[in-house]
């Protein structure tokens, strides 16, 4: 296991973050929630910035604030802000990576620069967003890391600039042994680019499942009145009242397409499956 949080608890005043989580090898995971979910904080644990209050966060097998140099190197991580000055030019992050990091891979990460027209020697400020989530990616890319910790990496891109970052994770993903967690609130930004997917709402999560799995088997039922009377109740959710009737969040489509041939089952998003898990009645 990569990346392990067990029965982890971190409050700040009134908002408290609960998570169990793991990251296995040669996966993408993705972390999806509104402003304030607790996304960041969820990456700040995971790289030992700050210590829960209660319950374990290990990296690697050892626990994250613990965690050595050499090891630290094996974690590369973007963060809405980058930690370097906008003053400086990307020619001049070059040696300070080179001398953190004795693995950066300085012919590669020009020649990428060079790809996506990343000026070497232009001010970080003068970038545009897209320019600057591009470095940002670069850099976690560039030093061999076998873990990747990226909060929304994509954040305020244009869907050219997100899908280039996203064939560049793909890439780093050939290399079996690495994995990734990336985050957004966006759902559709994640759902056909993870394996695996955590819903955080309100530092809670609401759900953890296969991509595949959410997409393939979860859906809604449209029923009325008379229909839910007749419905095998056993894998449906969550409700909500609709003008028709109710719709039924299942986790089980295929079992009520096969047994209740009548009955209306549509396939929601992800973004829809979550909004009924977090905002519809439990049955
Ligand atoms: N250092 C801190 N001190 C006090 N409160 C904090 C601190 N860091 C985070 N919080 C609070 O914890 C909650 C979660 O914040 P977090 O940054 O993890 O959310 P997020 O999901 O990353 O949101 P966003 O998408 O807006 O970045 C928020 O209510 C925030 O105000």
Same mark, same amino acid.
């Given at each position: 296991?990569?990346?392990?949080?067990?029965?982890v608890?971190k409050?700040?005043g009134? $908002?408290? #973050?609960?998570?169990?989580?793991?990251?296995?090898?040669?996966q993408i995971?993705g #972390?999806?929630?509104?402003?304030?979910?607790?996304k960041?904080?969820?990456?700040?644990l995971? #790289?030992?910035l700050?210590?829960?209050?209660?319950?374990?966060?290990?990296? $690697?097998g050892r626990?994250a604030a613990?965690?050595?140099a050499?090891?630290?190197?094996?974690?590369?991580?973007?963060?809405?802000?980058?930690?370097?000055?906008?003053? #400086?030019?990307?020619?001049q992050?070059i040696?300070v990576?080179?001398?953190?990091?004795?693995?950066?891979?300085?012919?590669? $990460?020009?020649?990428r620069?060079?790809?996506?027209?990343i000026?070497?020697?232009?001010?970080?400020?003068?970038f545009?967003?897209?320019?600057?989530?591009?470095l940002?990616?670069?850099?976690?890319?560039?030093?061999?890391?076998r873990?990747?910790?990226?909060?929304?990496?994509?954040?305020?891109?244009d869907?050219v600039?997100?899908?280039?970052?996203l064939?560049l994770?793909?890439?780093?993903?050939e290399?079996?042994g690495?994995?990734?967690?990336?985050?957004?609130?966006?759902?559709?930004?994640?759902?056909? $680019?993870?394996?695996?997917?955590?819903m955080i709402?309100?530092g809670?999560i609401?759900?953890h499942?296969?991509?595949?799995?959410?997409?393939?088997?979860y859906?809604?039922?449209k029923?009325?009145?008379?229909?839910?009377e007749?419905?095998?109740?056993e894998y449906l959710?969550r409700?909500r009242k609709?003008?028709f009737?109710?719709?039924?969040?299942?986790?089980?489509?295929?079992?009520?397409?096969?047994?209740?041939?009548?009955?209306v089952?549509?396939?929601?998003s992800v973004?829809?499956?979550i909004?009924?898990l977090?905002?519809?009645?439990r049955?």
């Amino acid at each position: 296991m990569l990346v392990q949080l067990d029965h982890v608890r971190k409050t700040y005043g009134s $908002f408290t #973050l609960e998570l169990n989580m793991q990251i296995p090898e040669n996966q993408i995971i993705g #972390l999806i929630g509104a402003n304030g979910a607790g996304k960041s904080t969820t990456f700040k644990l995971m #790289l030992g910035l700050i210590r829960p209050d209660q319950g374990s966060v290990e990296i $690697f097998g050892r626990n994250a604030a613990d965690l050595g140099a050499e090891e630290k190197q094996e974690i590369g991580a973007v963060f809405s802000d980058s930690g370097f000055s906008e003053y #400086l030019k990307v020619q001049q992050l070059i040696p300070v990576m080179s001398r953190f990091y004795p693995d950066f891979q300085e012919k590669e $990460f020009r020649e990428r620069c060079e790809r996506f027209q990343i000026p070497l020697n232009k001010q970080i400020k003068e970038f545009s967003t897209g320019m600057k989530a591009k470095l940002n990616v670069f850099l976690a890319l560039s030093h061999g890391s076998r873990l990747l910790l990226l909060d929304e990496p994509t954040a305020g891109l244009d869907v050219v600039a997100r899908e280039e970052i996203l064939d560049l994770l793909r890439e780093y993903m050939e290399i079996p042994g690495r994995s990734i967690v990336i985050s957004s609130h966006i759902s559709g930004d994640l759902e056909h $680019f993870c394996d695996d997917l955590y819903m955080i709402y309100e530092g809670k999560i609401v759900l953890h499942e296969e991509t595949d799995r959410i997409l393939e088997e979860y859906g809604f039922l449209k029923v009325s009145d008379q229909e839910y009377e007749a419905l095998d109740k056993e894998y449906l959710l969550r409700v909500r009242k609709e003008p028709f009737g109710y719709s039924y969040l299942t986790d089980q489509k295929n079992y009520y397409l096969e047994n209740h041939p009548g009955i209306v089952v549509e396939k929601g998003s992800v973004d829809e499956v979550i909004s009924m898990l977090v905002k519809g009645e439990r049955l």
